[in-house]
């Protein structure tokens, strides 16, 4: 059996601002949120490019097709290909005259040149499928560090408001046993590399569409690396009406971007309050928290003298 989650993490941290943290102890849920609502709108939503220059693709096709066409390595074709027959009779070529000729490689060049319209065009329904997609995606973001002081800043709301700290609950079932990390990088995923395309096209490697499209949810610019995100991701393709879904528009109702999923009570285990949250608001929270789960403990974070540091102590 798999090992289930597939993570090894055991607990998640929330960031909220302190009126958040009350209206998600009051309504006892998480907000799952489309990256349409992200502060950040490169954060899932750059747009598909390729990585080289369309123009070249097809000498630079042709010349993989030289290339295996003067080898004599076995080549594992995807099912039957036509390119498979024939490369073989230009290794019969390469055999009796020791190259392909130039009459016939400009030949393929003619062949294999109307494909740069086909991946362009491709490219763009890519994209307005990906929009599409990103409507009814629902994302849940968690760090695994609860004393990053931009986040405290950030997110809770100039360290007035708290963080969750979340319990993976393997046994049964919560949704933060399938989170994942983010992957942090200086530039965006791209439209597949040159080489996946020539792959496809020659039948040896299919695109894998399933892996570019969940590869690009998790790719964020690496300015945000010290956050060390992680997310849970799900889909409610049903909630969307079906106008607003067939449009690569954003300019969607708030209301069909996101959902309020119910929180386990036990998944809080423990509520860390910011230097700066007032008394009233503590009180508060604590209430409510106690309304929730009564085990839930509570922590005041403070600053480490002589340093750019927080530490928590109970409350």
Not at 126 to 149: C, G, Q
Not at 257 to 263: K, Q
Request: glycine share 2%.
């Amino acid at each position: 059996m798999d090992k289930y989650p597939l993570h090894n993490q055991t607990h998640f941290y929330k960031y909220t601002s302190i009126n958040t943290a009350k209206c998600i102890l009051k309504s006892k849920t998480f907000r799952y949120s489309s990256p349409i609502l992200f502060n950040d709108p490169f954060d899932v939503q750059t747009e598909l490019l390729f990585d080289f220059d369309l123009e070249i693709y097809s000498q630079k096709l042709v010349d993989e097709i030289e290339k295996l066409a003067s080898t004599d390595i076995e080549i594992e074709y995807q099912g039957i290909h036509p390119w498979k027959q024939a490369i073989e009779l230009l290794r019969l070529q390469v055999k009796t005259e020791g190259k392909i000729n130039r009459e016939l490689k400009e030949g393929l060049l003619l062949i294999v040149s109307p494909l740069i319209k086909e991946y362009e065009k491709l490219r763009y329904d890519y994209n307005i499928e990906w929009r599409k997609t990103l409507k009814a995606m629902r994302v849940f973001s968690m760090s695994i560090r609860n004393d990053n002081i931009l986040m405290w800043s950030h997110y809770g709301q100039n360290h007035t408001g708290v963080v969750f700290k979340l319990k993976v609950l393997p046994e049964i079932d919560n949704l933060l046993c399938i989170a994942e990390p983010i992957i942090y990088k200086p530039l965006p995923l791209t439209f597949f590399t040159l080489q996946d395309w020539i792959k496809d096209t020659l039948g040896i490697e299919r695109l894998k569409d399933y892996d570019l499209f969940h590869n690009y949810a998790k790719i964020k610019f690496d300015l945000w690396q010290d956050e060390k995100e992680w997310r849970v991701w799900s889909y409610d393709w049903d909630s969307i009406d079906k106008s607003y879904y067939s449009s690569d528009s954003y300019n969607i109702p708030k209301e069909f971007l996101y959902n309020d999923y119910a929180i386990i009570p036990e998944e809080i285990e423990c509520i860390y309050f910011g230097c700066n949250s007032s008394d009233n608001d503590i009180n508060e929270i604590k209430i409510l928290g106690c309304d929730l789960n009564k085990n839930i403990k509570y922590y005041k974070t403070q600053k480490v003298i002589g340093k750019y540091a927080l530490e928590f102590k109970e409350i």
